[in-house]
């Protein structure tokens, strides 16, 4: 891979995509910063910092994505990082009362979007034997919680796919990457990124008031340092400062927080696993006894 690298980052009117692309200019890289159309004025400012700006709409057909892809490919000849970030807005609810328009609409932007810019980036990638897909997933792809279940299953679902991706392009020399933040000081959880709750079914007001509270507690005081975030995740795709010499995982997490839930969660899954071990591990096809095992019970 080349030493300056070019980047492609969806989603960089704010929050981590913006950051991620001031960082990586600021390593010497070359960034194609997008954004959607009613956001392209805020992504313009990078312009200040380097970067070169494309709208760019994830929920757009695939077929537009493709021209997108070639125009981005064609300021520099290549692309060698592209990092699916868009899609941060948070369907609240609980999961039997968000309508399956809501239910498309969190999907659209956070995985299918996200999957059709990989699908149109991977044909140069492949070409040039080499590159990276980053997928910027969340904490609550391991732990869900009431009233974000949309939004954690999103997050969940784009670390299988990511996974799966990375097994199918590693024989290219092309790899998928699924970054895993816990709560960092972005704007993911204010009131203008979450959809506006309808209650529609009584029972669960409550529950969302209280859910309401916290993040409104926690908005602007999450514990972890975006700018730090992505001075890692630039590490991580240069494989440099501690990624120096590391085969990158397929999945990072990152953040105090993040670490510590996703440890628990996995403890506890373990410690459940070892526990209905004994029901668990006996449901294969029992094994006929051959001959010399009959007559030795005869």
């Given at each position: 891979?080349?030493?300056?690298?070019?980047?492609?980052?969806t989603?960089?009117?704010?929050?981590?995509?913006?950051?991620?692309?001031?960082?990586?200019?600021?390593?010497?890289?070359?960034?194609?910063?997008?954004?959607?159309?009613?956001?392209?004025?805020?992504?313009?400012?990078l312009?200040?910092?380097?970067?070169?700006?494309?709208?760019?709409?994830?929920?757009?057909?695939?077929?537009?994505?493709?021209?997108?892809?070639?125009n981005?490919?064609?300021?520099?000849?290549?692309?060698d990082?592209?990092?699916?970030?868009?899609?941060s807005?948070?369907?609240?609810?609980?999961?039997?009362?968000?309508?399956?328009?809501?239910?498309?609409?969190?999907?659209?932007?956070?995985?299918?979007?996200?999957?059709?810019?990989?699908?149109?980036?991977?044909?140069?990638?492949?070409?040039q034997?080499?590159?990276?897909?980053?997928?910027?997933?969340?904490?609550?792809?391991?732990?869900?919680?009431?009233?974000?279940?949309?939004?954690?299953?999103?997050?969940?679902?784009?670390?299988?796919?990511?996974?799966?991706?990375?097994?199918?392009?590693a024989?290219?020399?092309?790899?998928?990457?699924?970054i895993?933040?816990?709560?960092f000081?972005?704007?993911?959880?204010?009131?203008?990124?979450?959809?506006?709750?309808?209650?529609?079914?009584?029972?669960?007001?409550?529950?969302?008031?209280?859910?309401?509270?916290?993040?409104?507690?926690?908005?602007?005081?999450?514990?972890?340092?975006?700018?730090?975030?992505?001075?890692?995740?630039?590490?991580?795709?240069?494989?440099?400062?501690?990624?120096?010499?590391?085969?990158?995982?397929?999945?990072?997490?990152?953040?105090?927080?993040?670490?510590?839930?996703?440890?628990?969660?996995?403890?506890?899954?373990?410690?459940?696993?070892?526990?209905?071990?004994?029901?668990?591990?006996?449901?294969?096809?029992?094994?006929?006894?051959?001959?010399?095992?009959?007559?030795?019970?005869?």
């Amino acid at each position: 891979m080349a030493s300056q690298l070019v980047w492609v980052i969806t989603g960089t009117s704010s929050g981590i995509g913006r950051e991620l692309a001031i960082m990586a200019l600021k390593r010497g890289d070359k960034v194609v910063a997008t954004g959607r159309a009613r956001s392209l004025a805020k992504v313009a400012e990078l312009k200040a910092y380097g970067a070169d700006i494309l709208e760019l709409d994830v929920t757009s057909p695939l077929e537009e994505l493709r021209t997108i892809a070639e125009n981005a490919v064609a300021l520099y000849g290549r692309v060698d990082v592209v990092v699916n970030n868009a899609g941060s807005f948070i369907a609240v609810g609980a999961l039997e009362e968000i309508s399956p328009k809501e239910t498309l609409a969190q999907f659209n932007v956070g995985l299918f979007g996200a999957l059709n810019i990989a699908r149109a980036f991977l044909p140069y990638l492949r070409a040039q034997r080499c590159g990276q897909i980053i997928w910027i997933g969340s904490l609550t792809g391991w732990v869900g919680g009431p009233l974000c279940g949309m939004y954690a299953a999103v997050k969940h679902a784009m670390r299988g796919l990511s996974e799966s991706l990375d097994d199918e392009i590693a024989p290219f020399g092309v790899r998928s990457i699924c970054i895993e933040p816990g709560f960092f000081r972005t704007e993911l959880i204010a009131d203008g990124n979450r959809a506006p709750y309808e209650s529609r079914i009584a029972d669960y007001r409550e529950r969302f008031l209280a859910v309401n509270d916290v993040f409104l507690g926690l908005s602007g005081k999450q514990p972890g340092d975006t700018v730090k975030l992505c001075a890692l995740i630039v590490d991580i795709v240069k494989g440099e400062g501690f990624a120096t010499g590391r085969r990158i995982p397929r999945t990072i997490q990152i953040g105090n927080d993040c670490y510590h839930s996703v440890k628990t969660a996995l403890s506890t899954s373990l410690a459940t696993l070892e526990e209905w071990k004994p029901v668990i591990i006996t449901t294969d096809i029992s094994q006929p006894k051959d001959d010399a095992d009959d007559r030795a019970v005869m």
